[in-house]
């Protein structure tokens, strides 16, 4: 339960530092920031490592850079398998968001500054994804305690 909340706070937090935009123009229109991206992404990585926790894996492992460290397509690929799609269903275009944005956070370029381009999702998708995950996964992980 620890896990997810962190996870829920981290998602919180980019919400209320950067709120998403209202509309396509909003969009076009508001600047980058790199810190609700770093918030968001951890906190999608938290939310998975608790629904795996709650299937019995253990942190060791969850934490492990050979078995998964910060690597959000290794915990999905994890998480489909354990059945995260019993509390979320996710589509082939979020798991896309998902594989996107990890090209950047595994490799730490969202704390560390490296010029250069980076590819990005697209905010309000990516903050409409979270929210799905940890509101998808907050029954489960509330009944699993």
């Not at 709120?19 to 999608?44: C, F, M, W």
């Not at 050979?66 to 979320?88: P, Q, T, W, Y």
């Not at 082939?92 to 956070?105: D, V």
């Amino acid at each position: 339960m620890g896990m997810w909340r962190w996870g829920k706070d981290f998602i919180e937090s980019a919400l209320k530092i950067h709120p998403p935009p209202k509309n396509d123009i909003e969009e076009l229109r508001q600047r980058v920031s790199i810190t609700a991206y770093y918030l968001l992404a951890h906190g999608i990585e938290l939310q998975m490592k608790a629904f795996l926790l709650s299937k019995g894996y253990q942190l060791k492992d969850l934490r492990s850079y050979k078995k998964f460290g910060h690597n959000l397509d290794a915990l999905m690929d994890e998480a489909i398998g354990s059945m995260i799609g019993d509390c979320v269903a996710l589509s082939e275009y979020e798991r896309g968001i998902i594989s996107l944005l990890n090209r950047t956070y595994k490799e730490k370029e969202l704390e560390y500054f490296l010029s250069g381009y980076k590819s990005l999702p697209n905010y309000s998708e990516l903050c409409n994804l979270a929210n799905k995950i940890s509101n998808g996964l907050s029954g489960y992980i509330r009944k699993t305690v």
